[in-house]
């Protein structure tokens, strides 16, 4: 491919010291830390740093580029790139001579199965709001943390893929200054396609949100109900606690203490008292 050209950082500075931009590129490879791009006259120049769906926290790809109208540099210095330019080859769609279109076949094949992807993490979150209703079901005992990390792994996605948007914007208008009509129009769709990447990982975060207040709702419900029997439990043994209060007193002239079956009536009192509170909370569903 004699416009593509894949390089490491150090032989693209010391061969290419001359192309516009240079000193900037060379800021921003020093530390990728997300994906850029900028225009410098009639080249476009960036950073594309893609995170590894197997594990959000790590990174698949972290690599430079650097078009024109003749040529596309591709900077990587960990050789990434040029496994995915190998995949991409075997393909019959795959354009090559055409720097502006390699670049774009490049980024697609990068966000290729994203949203398959985010089909399935977002079938994992409806299981996981299955788990949180279903009262019958276990809750892990950090769940908290256990939704944290979700949240932390959707907000790694939605800044890549709001990053990534704009970098298709710069290049979507450095091809419109070039008058490459039919290229722009592809990287228009890319651009649609990171944003609607952007968008539903968006969702999925609030998603996350909701499903960690609904686990948050059930916990305050369960306590709720341990609260109500406790309250249920003592309002009921109050009358028998006033009882044994009243009739514990030691005064010699309570008529009760010379009956023959006076504890027997007092037995009969308290059980009665007990089985009329019961109906009565029944009766108002109190449990």
Not at 152 to 168: C, E, G, P, Q, W
Request: hydrophobic share 40%; aromatic share 12%; proline share 2%.
């Amino acid at each position: 491919m004699k416009n593509l050209e894949l390089i490491s950082a150090d032989d693209f500075f010391e061969k290419y010291r001359q192309l516009p931009g240079h000193e900037l590129l060379t800021r921003h490879m020093a530390s990728v830390k997300h994906c850029s791009a900028n225009m410098f006259g009639k080249c476009v120049m960036g950073t594309l740093l893609v995170p590894d769906k197997n594990d959000l926290e790590k990174q698949r790809l972290k690599c430079g580029f650097y078009m024109n109208a003749d040529r596309l540099i591709i900077i990587d210095d960990e050789g990434r790139s040029s496994k995915v330019f190998e995949e991409m080859a075997k393909e019959e769609s795959f354009e090559i001579g055409n720097p502006p279109f390699m670049l774009f076949g490049f980024i697609e094949y990068l966000l290729r199965d994203d949203l398959l992807y985010l089909e399935e993490y977002e079938k994992k979150l409806d299981i996981i709001e299955d788990l949180v209703t279903d009262e019958r079901a276990e809750i892990p005992e950090d769940f908290s943390g256990f939704m944290s990390r979700h949240r932390k792994n959707l907000r790694t996605l939605i800044s890549y893929y709001k990053l990534l948007a704009d970098v298709t914007d710069v290049l979507e208008a450095f091809l419109a200054k070039e008058n490459d009509e039919r290229t722009r129009q592809f990287f228009s769709f890319l651009g649609n396609k990171a944003d609607r990447l952007y968008h539903d990982s968006m969702a999925m975060s609030e998603y996350v949100l909701q499903i960690r207040d609904i686990h948050q709702s059930r916990i305050s419900s369960q306590q709720n109900k341990v609260m109500q029997l406790l309250t249920i439990v003592t309002t009921i043994f109050m009358p028998l606690t006033l009882i044994a209060g009243w009739y514990g007193m030691n005064f010699r002239n309570m008529p009760e203490l010379k009956l023959h079956y006076g504890y027997l009536a007092i037995g009969i009192l308290a059980a009665v008292t007990v089985i009329i509170e019961i109906i009565f909370f029944k009766r108002k569903k109190w449990f």
